[in-house]
Structures are given as C-alpha cells and as structure tokens.
C-alpha cells in the first residue's frame, strides 16, 4: 500500500541552525513523483518542489534543499540557516498509481517546524 | 492574479443542516480536488473531479457531495450524513493526470455544533 512516514512530528531550532526533515515513502509503482508543501499557520498549502522517480538529482533552491534517495525510499528537505518566518508545517506527499488504476497522492502526517528567534 | 478562492474562510452550523463550501480557480486546471484535515494530521481525499461533469470519490466521500458543471467551480455539500463533519476544508486544482502539483486554497474552517 502507498505510504508515506514523517516520523517526526515536531522539531524546534533556534534561528540560524540548519534543520533536516524526514520523508519515508512506501510505493509498488516504478513510476511516481514526490512532493513537499509547507503549511504555513494561515492554513493554506504552499507547493515547493515536485521530484520524479527518475530523477535522483539533488536539488538546492535558496536555503532550501532536498535529498532524494531511491535505495532508502527518502526525500528529506533540508533548510539551512532556518528562519523564523520557516515556522510552519510541512508536508511530504506521493503520488502513485493506485489498484484502482487511478493516481492518487498520498501525504504524510506533516512535521510541525518551530523556529525560535 | 491566478489562484484558488475558497468561501467563507469559517463557517459555522447547527447540526442536522447541510452546508455548501464554495471553491472557484481561474488557473485553467481540468483536475480539482476536496481535502479533508483534522488537527494534527494530514490532508484525506473527499473527492476528485479531473473534467467538467465527472468526478470520483475519494477516501473519505461518505457524507460528502460535490458537482462540477463548470471548468473553474468544484462546490462541496457536507451533509446532515457526515458524523463528524467539524474540521478544515482544503481545496485543490492541478493539470490533469495525477503527476502535477497540486494548487491549493485558503481553506475553509468548518464548525459544527
């Protein structure tokens, strides 16, 4: 079954510390894309970066960046030298082809962020 | 400005009484979707509509129905059928096929009592 782990379910850094979140996924497709949103406490969910399976190359955006790696089934996104307007949660998502032959994304429980001043 | 609106941002209701969240895109996206999210956890799958006058259930449709007679417009009726219908409402649009990004609204912030 598709599935996605964010075991953690919440973090604190003070500003400045670089802090990695974690996203474990579960999936039988050969086929399928990776997704980080964050989640902002306004409510609505801000896309950030969209990954193929076949496309292992990781990639920097700014402070942000993420590793992904088909051996372990992890995207893990990194920010480096965190700020408070990172506070927010933040949500890996899966999107596989399903039994039902339908694609359907599948998100984790989110890991909430908190950045200290 | 492209975006998804949602309406009102809360709404309250006595229990018993059906109520319609709005959703409107002018992203000219074929594929939009209705998200469930209780506190703490992620986001469930009401329902999917991937073209005008067709849409499939999701994950949790029981006690949910939606229409799509229009490419920009996916309403959601939470009915007097859904036990336990208090939580935050996300809509979402994206270009068909299931492989996109998904574009999400503001949320409306449901209360039944």
């Known amino acids: 079954a598709q599935k996605v782990t964010q075991a953690q379910t919440e973090i604190s850094v003070v500003e400045k510390e670089d802090v990695t979140l974690d996203c474990v996924y579960e999936t039988r497709d050969t086929t399928y894309y990776l997704f980080w949103y964050k989640q902002p406490p306004s409510g609505e969910l801000v896309f950030l970066i969209r990954r193929n399976s076949f496309d292992e190359q990781n990639e920097i955006s700014g402070r942000y960046s993420w590793n992904f790696q088909k051996s372990t089934s992890s995207f893990n996104f990194t920010i480096t030298a965190s700020q408070v307007v990172d506070s927010a949660v933040y949500f890996c998502?899966?999107?596989?082809?399903?039994?039902?032959?339908?694609?359907?994304?599948?998100f984790g429980s989110g890991t909430r962020l908190q950045v200290q001043p | 400005d492209g975006g998804i609106t949602q309406s009102p941002k809360y709404l309250f209701r006595k229990e018993g009484q059906n109520v319609t969240l709005s959703c409107e895109q002018n992203?000219?996206?074929?594929?939009m979707y209705w998200y469930r999210q209780d506190p703490g956890q992620g986001l469930r799958l009401i329902y999917y509509?991937?073209?005008?006058?067709?849409?499939q259930k999701g994950d949790i449709a029981e006690g949910y129905s939606v229409s799509r007679e229009k490419k920009e417009s996916f309403p959601l009726t939470v009915t007097s059928a859904q036990k336990n219908p208090t939580a935050f409402y996300l809509c979402?649009?994206?270009?068909?096929?299931?492989?996109?990004?998904?574009?999400f609204g503001p949320g409306t912030r449901l209360t039944v009592t």
């Open positions: 992203l000219n996206h074929d594929a």
């Open positions: 998502a899966l999107s596989d082809l399903m039994d039902t032959g339908r694609r359907a994304l599948t």
């Open positions: 509509s991937q073209i005008v006058n067709d849409f």
């Open positions: 979402a649009s994206s270009m068909t096929g299931g492989v996109y990004e998904q574009y």
